[in-house]
């Protein structure tokens, strides 16, 4: 259902089931996304690689990610653009500020940086949505965001940001989530030496790095666009990395519909700034969105199974991608236990996983208001 009127109030009321469901699920989220130990010192120290920008599924992202780094779940250790496009830089600092992360590290790719592709640039796939130039001209004024094209000095070249943060931590400590395309990630394993590390680019990934999450794919087969995108890069990647993948595969977000009360906030302001980006962004896709069903969340669910885990949500199959030989991008399925990869399936139903990830993402005290 396209939604052509954003004077359009949504109000939904709640019946004994969707009730039962939601206490069962918030229950099941606060007792899921656990950590032994308190603080940062137990919480999973997260790299998030976003093209935020196509879709507007990025920006349900990092409200889920940083509801669940006030939870004390996750430490972000950087937030980086794999989009050359001038605006996602500008929105992802706003959004970093908006959570009160304006000294955030952030990274984009440079032309040049990569000996296996250039980077792609995109923005809106929905040609008549602007929501990341609204997004750059309303909150333009947030700190480290000065212009609606800006990019600023303190934004690194991806690699060597990522080459940076890796260096400076302990052995197998990190988690990368990424939720766009695989242009850093191939320039990061084919990177070599520098001032941060002596270490070339596999070696350090393997050193440091525990997990790769990644929404990409399609399983057990199929075309998905964050592959497709940058076809050299996930080729690459796919074969090359040295450690456990884990892929939240399209139809796994195609099922999970989120963000249902944000869309329902966005519509109260017609279409005027909101003074919140997270509602704004939402507001400006309300034409591609749903207001009984919200939206898909291919990248959210890739943040939820990073920091907490595929348990008790999905569960895993184990073996490795493939791709076909021609150039469309489709990925193929081959199982193998001892496989490298694994993709998931559902082991909750998708309305409770969507459920889940609402629940954390309005938990935190940006949205308290909503729940006056």
């Not at 995108?229 to 796994?252: M, Q």
């Not at 962004?281 to 969340?297: F, P, T």
Request: one cysteine or more.
């Amino acid at each position: 259902m396209q939604i052509n009127n954003l004077r359009i109030k949504a109000c939904h009321s709640l019946n004994a089931a969707s009730l039962s469901l939601m206490l069962a699920v918030v229950c099941c989220a606060s007792n899921s996304c656990s950590h032994t130990g308190e603080g940062k010192a137990s919480a999973v120290k997260l790299i998030l690689d976003t093209d935020l920008g196509p879709d507007y599924d990025d920006v349900g992202a990092f409200a889920l990610m940083y509801a669940l780094e006030e939870q004390g779940k996750v430490d972000v250790l950087a937030t980086i653009s794999c989009n050359r496009d001038e605006r996602v830089v500008p929105c992802i600092k706003i959004l970093n500020a908006w959570y009160g992360h304006a000294d955030m590290p952030t990274g984009a790719p440079e032309e040049g940086y990569s000996s296996v592709s250039e980077a792609p640039s995109m923005t809106c796939w929905q040609e008549d949505l602007h929501w990341p130039d609204s997004l750059c001209i309303n909150y333009g004024h947030f700190p480290g965001c000065a212009g609606a094209r800006a990019v600023g000095a303190e934004t690194e070249n991806a690699v060597k940001l990522y080459r940076k943060i890796l260096s400076r931590q302990a052995d197998r400590s990190v988690t990368i989530c990424s939720i766009g395309f695989y242009s850093n990630l191939a320039a990061l394993l084919t990177s070599g030496p520098d001032g941060n590390s002596p270490l070339p680019g596999r070696e350090l990934v393997a050193r440091k790095v525990v997990r790769l999450v990644s929404m990409a794919g399609a399983f057990p087969g199929g075309e998905e666009f964050n592959l497709k995108l940058d076809l050299p890069a996930a080729r690459l990647v796919c074969s090359e990395w040295p450690g456990d993948v884990i892929f939240s595969g399209f139809e796994i977000g195609e099922r999970v519909w989120t963000g249902r009360r944000l869309i329902e906030e966005a519509a109260r302001y017609e279409g005027e700034c909101s003074g919140n980006p997270v509602v704004d962004a939402y507001a400006g896709s309300l034409k591609y969105g749903e207001l009984e069903s919200g939206h898909n969340s291919w990248d959210g669910t890739a943040v939820l199974i990073a920091i907490c885990g595929a348990d008790p949500y999905f569960e895993l199959c184990r073996g490795r991608i493939t791709f076909a030989e021609d150039s469309t991008g489709s990925n193929g399925w081959q199982e193998d236990p001892q496989g490298p990869h694994s993709y998931v399936r559902f082991k909750l139903s998708p309305d409770r996983v969507a459920a889940a990830i609402d629940s954390i993402t309005l938990s935190h005290s940006k949205f308290a208001y909503l729940k006056q």
